[in-house]
Structures are given as C-alpha cells and as structure tokens.
C-alpha cells in the first residue's frame, strides 16, 4: 500500500509569484477600492474630528459610493465624479465636491 505525499504537486497548486499579482486584474480591482476606502475613511474622520476606522469607512463606502464607483470605474471614464440615486430617485453627488 503506498502513502500519499502531503506536498501538493505544482500541477494541483499554482505558484502565487507576486509577478502573478501584480498581473492580475482582480487584484488590481482591490487595490484601487480599497485606495477610495481609505480616502473616504480619511475625509469622514476629517469631518467628524475623530477616526472612524477602516471597518466604519469600508461599510459606509459599500453603501453609499460603490456601485457608482464601480459603474465609472467600468465605463472607462475617470474624469468625471460618479453619482448616486437618492432614496427619491433625484442624482446625489455622495458629499462630494463637484
């Protein structure tokens, strides 16, 4: 009876180069959300005078900046500040300085 290796072989666990991801677009993606999570998180501790936390700014962005980023973000268009709806349907800039 023959003992199977505990090593995985290379064939079943791709090397994580970090060439690899640097590459690679998901991991891009991340990175450049959570840049505008940390800028938030900095302008709403501004704004309230005391930090927030990375866990208050990151669900506070979800909620309120990510679907507009992200739509901008897929359009290709950088240039422009993305909105959101309000709860009345009525274009918001999100707080930010248009």
Do not use: C
Not at 16 to 41: C, G, N, T, V
Not at 55 to 62: P, V, Y
Not at 74 to 85: D, E, V, W
């Amino acid at each position: 009876m023959a003992l199977m290796s505990s090593k995985p072989s290379q064939e079943q666990a791709p090397a994580a180069s970090p060439d690899f991801m640097k590459q690679s677009s998901l991991y891009q993606e991340f990175l450049a959300e959570r840049e505008e999570i940390l800028k938030h998180k900095w302008l709403e501790s501004e704004r309230l005078g005391q930090d927030i936390g990375f866990e208050r700014a990151l669900l506070d962005w979800i909620r309120k900046h990510r679907e507009g980023w992200r739509a901008t973000r897929r359009t290709g268009n950088t240039n422009i500040p993305f909105a959101s709806k309000t709860t009345n349907g009525e274009a918001a800039n999100n707080g930010r300085v248009v």
